[in-house]
């Protein structure tokens, strides 16, 4: 039922209500709490939000890649599968050839005693079916796709032997290997130079927009999102606070947290004056407040705010997790960034 | 020698509060002892070879050139922000700033003193003037002692008493926003991240230092706890009269709070200059490709072309004559024939740039950063 005769019209992610909690014989820690968001091929999601928003979590649940203490709630279906009731010996399907993962470090998440080129073409090998000379020479095709220099030589090459940019770049051909469907990117550029940044920045969006995969991408830093996002979900506390096209959130950020975020990036703009940081730290997620999250860190906090979790409110494209009107939060925001200065 | 107390923690003035057994301001004129114009620092031809092991066709020791010959000089009062690419060597020229590691070659004359030299200034005293706060903040404080004593445990092996020196710790605390009932007691690990940085800030200030060397100190942040930190930094520097030394590889965050700014490649200074100046018209081709690799904050206006291909090449055998040039754009022959010595740019003497043909001050960086989207 899920092959449409649209691809497009019908979503290839669909995330409700996603809930994860670690649960060990002295903690119960709810990482996750309601998650909902639905993804079309083609398009770029981005999760943005800081340590220990749920933001990684909720992209490692959709390839069910948590440790054992996880425990899963809510419905997660990419393309037609359920994933969260997988049977766990079924999850190869998956993972691979669905669903594939580049992640922040690439030296930790390659095997160092095996090459580049030996990396690849087993996992050509594994899901294809293909022997070890056409598998090889699809890991160069690969690693020619992400403009590796001299791909043939490093085929050759163990992990060490690479630079942060090319490990990185090995790492999305492997993850390319099996032509998934989605992609998800764990702050891919995070560890990389500038210089190396916006290179594996645009390589990805090249690629994506060329094998035409649906990519979440999960980043804290806005300006990586502005590079590559279409859609972005700010998170906090384990939940989405706001939802919009990237344009919406840069060009009128609705949530108070959202605003914050902007307010407090550095730009040239605030030389020799104060920046307008967000008072506090994130709260304690074994001891959520009951109402909203972020309450305790906003200027506009009022008894109402305390009454329950908000809902997502706003039309359907841009959408805030905030009781005040968008527009009446941006004088606010101002005068929040007044007094801070002063 | 070692063990004198520091010298005298008087307060600035009169609007300070009054003398306290812990009392960790300084008077800055007392102790100033060059003047004004004397620069706080002077470093010159600072170089260090690590040796890796190996040996090279040749016989040669193979070394890596992490610091190969690196002039700058700090004002007084004045933040100076370094910026370049990892394995540019940065944190190391703040390492031997310190002395953590010993200089090959080179010499740091410290607000007039030469550091380590017969009749200069002694590396124990050198530390005591500089102060330096690293990138992890767990990993720079001892997890077996509370925050209290961590920030105590200068003062108190200078000469302080105990009493004294818990006087002055929880002072500090203060200072760095961390209320000494609630805070004092805990240790590193009851901390977040962005409280344990106040406690390495406040545990560099200890020792009322005039230097604050900041390696990264921000970047393991998230975005809303380093504008708390940076706003906390600035205020610290205007309230004790501090110079920075800061070191990133955030620009964006450099460009703020740097009064003048020294980009690094491989091992040698390629730029420096007022931060205004180096921003708005960089003179060296790397500044300027390294300023239009930031991300645009601007979803219309996307970064379309990279400004550089490539990794920075390995500092084992950097590219003879300009370092660059592999890299470079606009490398022609000459720049693999002699290295380009640093010299003011044209039409500016505090500029200075590392380039045969450094680019006019017309050619502006192409996507400076949207300012914040609420302005």
């Keep these: 039922m899920t092959n449409a005769p649209h691809p497009c019209a019908t979503p290839l992610v669909t995330v409700e209500n996603l809930a994860v909690r670690f649960v060990s014989s002295d903690m119960d820690v709810p990482v996750v709490n309601g998650v909902s968001f639905s993804l079309r091929q083609g398009e770029v999601l981005c999760l943005l939000g800081e340590s220990g928003s749920g933001k990684s979590v909720t992209m490692r649940a959709l390839m069910r890649l948590l440790p054992p203490t996880a425990r899963l709630g809510g419905r997660i279906e990419v393309d ?40 690849i073409s087993e996992a050509v090998r594994q899901h294809e079916g293909v022997g070890r000379d056409d598998a090889m020479r699809r890991a160069l095709e690969l690693l020619e796709l992400v403009q590796v220099p001299s791909a043939k030589r490093r085929l050759a090459a163990y992990p060490h032997e690479l630079s942060g940019g090319l490990r990185q770049r090995a790492m999305i051909a492997l993850a390319l290997s099996c032509r998934p469907k989605l992609l998800l990117a764990d702050e891919p ?101 009951p109402g909203c999250a972020f309450a305790p860190r906003c200027a506009r906090h009022t008894p109402a705010c305390d009454v329950g979790v908000p809902p997502l409110r706003g039309e359907a494209g841009h959408q805030s997790r905030c009781i005040f009107p968008p527009d009446a939060a941006i004088p606010v925001a101002e005068a929040s960034a007044l007094s801070s200065a002063a | 020698m070692i063990y004198t107390r520091p010298a005298a923690f008087t307060p600035r003035s009169a609007a300070a509060p009054q003398a306290e057994p812990g009392d960790f301001r300084v008077d800055l004129q007392e102790r100033d002892r060059g003047g004004p114009a004397q620069p706080m620092l ?12 190996g040996r090279s066709i040749g016989g040669q020791r ?29 944190s190391t020229t703040a390492r031997l700033l310190m002395h953590l590691i010993q200089p090959d070659a080179g010499s740091i004359i410290f607000d007039g003193d030469e550091v380590n030299a017969v009749r200069g200034m002694s590396i124990s005293e050198l530390r005591r003037n500089m102060q330096m706060v690293f990138q992890d903040s767990y990993a720079s404080l001892n997890p077996r002692l509370t925050i209290r004593e961590s920030v105590a445990y200068g003062p108190r092996v200078t000469g302080l008493s105990a009493a004294q020196a818990r006087a002055r710790s929880e002072s500090l605390l203060e200072m760095v926003g961390l209320e000494p009932s609630n805070f004092a007691n805990r240790y590193p690990h009851e901390l977040s991240g962005g409280q344990r940085q106040r406690v390495n800030i406040a545990r560099a200030l200890a020792m009322a230092p005039r230097v604050l060397i900041l390696d990264e100190s921000v970047s393991a942040l998230d975005k809303s706890v380093e504008a708390q930190v940076l706003n906390l930094l600035r205020r610290l520097k205007a309230e004790l009269g501090l110079t920075y030394i800061f070191i990133s590889h955030d620009l964006n965050v450099v460009h703020y709070i740097s009064d003048r700014v020294l980009v690094m490649y491989l091992g040698q200074v ?34 379309e072309t990279a400004p550089l291909s490539g990794d920075p090449p390995n500092p084992i055998n950097p590219p003879s004559g300009c370092r660059f040039r592999t890299r470079c754009p606009q490398a022609r022959p000459q720049c693999g024939q002699e290295p380009p010595a640093l010299a003011p740019a044209p039409g500016s003497d505090s500029h200075v740039v590392a380039c045969h043909f450094p ?5 502006t960086v192409p996507s400076p950063p949207a300012k914040g989207a609420l302005q």
Excluded: W
């Design chain 1, 189 to 289: 550029t995070t560890a990389l130079d500038a210089t190396v940044q916006v290179q594996v920045l645009l390589l990805l969006r090249e690629l994506q927009r060329e094998l035409g995969m649906a990519t979440i991408f999960v980043t804290h830093d806005l300006g990586v999102a502005c590079e590559v996002a279409d859609h972005v979900a700010v998170m906090y506390a384990g939940r989405f606070v706001e939802t919009g096209s990237i344009t919406d959130i840069m060009d009128a950020p609705a949530h108070p947290y959202t605003q914050g975020l902007l307010n407090s990036t550095v730009s040239e703009s605030l030389r020799n004056q104060d920046l307008a940081s967000i008072p506090g730290a994130p709260p304690d997620l074994t001891a959520l407040p």
């Design chain 2, 62 to 90: 193979t070394v890596v050139r992490a610091v190969d010959g690196v002039d700058f000089t700090v004002r007084k009062g004045e933040t100076l922000g370094i910026v370049g690419e990892s394995g540019c060597g940065k």
């Design chain 1, 80 to 119: 037609g599968i359920d994933v969260i009731n997988l049977p766990a010996k079924q999850l190869s399907r998956i993972r691979g050839p669905l669903i594939s993962m580049i992640f922040q470090e690439p030296l930790t998440a390659l095997d160092p005693v095996y090459t580049i080129g030996q990396q």
């Design chain 2, 359 to 363: 680019l006019s001050s017309s050619a």
């Design chain 2, 270 to 303: 390629v730029e420096s200059g007022p931060v205004d100046a180096i921003y708005a018209a960089p003179r060296h081709p790397y500044t300027r490709a390294l300023l239009s690799s930031r991300p645009s904050m601007d979803p219309r206006r996307r970064i």
């Design chain 2, 42 to 53: 002077i470093v010159s031809g600072l170089k260090k070879h690590f040796d890796i092991g």
